[in-house]
């Protein structure tokens, strides 16, 4: 009897199954476990916004704003790592991306804020009431952003014709004599491209550059937004000079300043440089606004620089950084900008890794040589 009781769930299931496969309306099994798969997924990842990437559940995890930055960047690392050649996206890896994307984002649906708003009851009383509403900087960028992700996806698609240029993964083949062994070579005809191909992959370069101008743009705007932790002025040095360094700060005050002549004089050979010259420079156009700003000449922010100097000094460092943000495009966040993210709300999340992944496309762009056969 008992065996019975056991086994009537198993024929039940297998009944079941029988009927269903008769059943020209029954859902497909493997739509359901694909279903299935989808959400434990997403399960899974919003448990790890929820913990702050922390699972063990011990309370040591990052903020919800860190957190949900991190799983775009991985998200987008991972989707387009595997993109290493200017061909389409594989259809399986596009479909990943903008699903996760899809679940990342539909977060910033709940980031809200209470606007005004009027309302009628039932019984005609007119009343001002207060509605939330998703942010402003989110209604407005992630518009933006998505149409910039569809205009980077349509670029891969224009590769799919081509048929000019191959690529090969012999490292023995590669000229380029640097560690990126693994990433393929792209081989052309011994007489080069044709003339039309050439218009084309500018065209192509021209239009990613475009993208990356907007994000850049998109992602300047709201890091500026966003204001500067307490941790970081903190950290500050108590003068520009200190954090600039005796000679770096002495090129800058001096009276003939040419932001082309500094940039060539100071030491950019690696990228750690700089970003460490950024970094020295960002830190020294905060202290010298808080120091503007000091009303009270006690303060520890307070210096015997005069006002219109410091304001020189401060116009000729955001000149020099401006500078940086053109020629190396693809420079590391600062140390300011990290602190920002950390430390205060969701606020770009989305932008600023996507930033990162258009880097990544526009790479493909820029580093294309022309190799013949």
Known sequence: MEQEKLGWPLNRLESTKLHFS??????????????????????????????????????????????????????????????????????????????EIDWLLSVTDHIVEFVPSKQFSKDGIYMD???????????????????????????????????EFYYTKSKDDDPRNDD????????????????????WLQ????????????AMAINAQVLSEMEIPESYIESLPKNGRASLGDSIYKSITDDYFDPDYFLSSV????????????????????IWKRKMNAKDSKSSWSSGVSLEKREILEERAET???????????????????????????????????????????SFLLRFPCVPC
């Open 22 to 99: 008769n059943d020209v309306n029954a859902p497909n099994p493997r739509t359901i476990d694909r279903q299935h798969s989808d959400m434990e997924q997403m399960k899974e990842k919003f448990a790890k916004l929820l913990l702050g990437e922390d699972m063990s559940g011990g309370g040591k995890g990052v903020s919800s704003a860190l957190a949900l930055s991190n799983a775009i960047t991985n998200l987008a690392a991972s989707a387009f790592g595997e993109q290493k050649k200017l061909e389409p996206m594989a259809p399986e890896t596009k479909a990943r991306w903008r699903k």
């Open 129 to 163: 009431i207060m509605v939330t509403r998703q942010r402003s900087d989110l209604h407005i960028n992630i518009p933006g952003l998505r149409k910039l992700d569809a205009m980077l996806l349509e670029c891969l698609e224009n590769f799919k014709e081509q048929n």
């Open 180 to 199: 990126k062994w693994w990433i393929p070579t792209p081989k052309v005809p011994p007489n080069g491209l044709s003339d039309a191909t050439r218009k």
């Open 203 to 214: 065209k192509q370069k021209d239009s990613v550059n475009q993208v990356l101008k907007a």
């Open 267 to 286: 030491d950019l050979s690696s990228e750690h440089k700089i970003l460490d010259l950024k970094n020295r420079i960002e830190a020294s156009v905060v």
């Open 320 to 362: 020099i950084l401006l500078l940086l943000k053109h020629r190396f495009p693809g420079l590391p966040q600062s140390s300011l900008d990290i602190s920002k993210i950390q430390y205060n709300r969701v606020r770009n999340a989305y932008s600023n890794h996507k930033l990162s992944l258009l880097k990544h496309l526009l």
